[in-house]
């Protein structure tokens, strides 16, 4: 991945989101979620060599569960994050947040095997 690449973008997307903005206000919010989605997509793309990396760490160290729950936890991440961030953009402070909210909650949810392994073990060493 390019950072580089982003930057253009958004420079380049700025300018035409500038001139949407004056010319045709009422279909600005849906080019800013589609500059930003694009944006999303070619970052998350980019990622896939790093959880490649990770997910053969993961089966050669037997914790193949664990690293599905954390990609899983990453995903919900980085679409809320995304989403939450466009909902910002678009002036809707108040739907972002319930968002953000929305992936704690997953997250959690996300955990409660990680948390029930940990109790789990925690009672074997106590026996």
Same mark, same amino acid.
């Given at each position: 991945?390019?950072?580089?690449?982003?930057?253009?973008?958004?420079?380049?997307?700025?300018?035409?989101?500038s001139v949407i903005k004056h010319s045709r206000p009422e279909i600005y919010s849906l080019a800013v979620a589609?500059?930003?989605? #694009?944006? %999303? $997509?070619?970052?998350?793309?980019?990622?896939?060599?790093? /959880?490649?990396?990770?997910? @053969?760490?993961?089966?050669? +160290?037997?914790?193949?569960?664990?690293?599905?729950?954390?990609?899983? #936890?990453? %995903? $919900?991440?980085?679409?809320?994050?995304?989403?939450?961030? /466009?909902?910002?953009?678009? @002036?809707?402070?108040?739907? +972002?947040?319930?968002?953000?909210?929305?992936?704690?909650?997953?997250?959690?949810?996300?955990?409660?095997?990680?948390?029930?392994?940990?109790?789990?073990?925690?009672?074997?060493?106590?026996?």
């Open positions: 991945m390019n950072p580089l690449y982003i930057c253009a973008f958004a420079v380049i997307s700025l300018g035409a989101l589609a500059a930003g989605i #694009a944006a %999303a $997509v070619y970052i998350v793309g980019a990622l896939v060599p790093f /959880i490649e990396t990770v997910r @053969g760490y993961a089966s050669a +160290a037997n914790a193949d569960g664990i690293f599905e729950i954390m990609l899983k #936890a990453l %995903a $919900v991440a980085l679409c809320c994050r995304f989403g939450a961030d /466009i909902c910002r953009d678009c @002036g809707e402070n108040t739907l +972002a947040e319930k968002v953000e909210l929305a992936g704690r909650a997953g997250m959690v949810l996300l955990g409660l095997p990680i948390i029930k392994q940990l109790l789990d073990a925690a009672k074997d060493m106590m026996q």
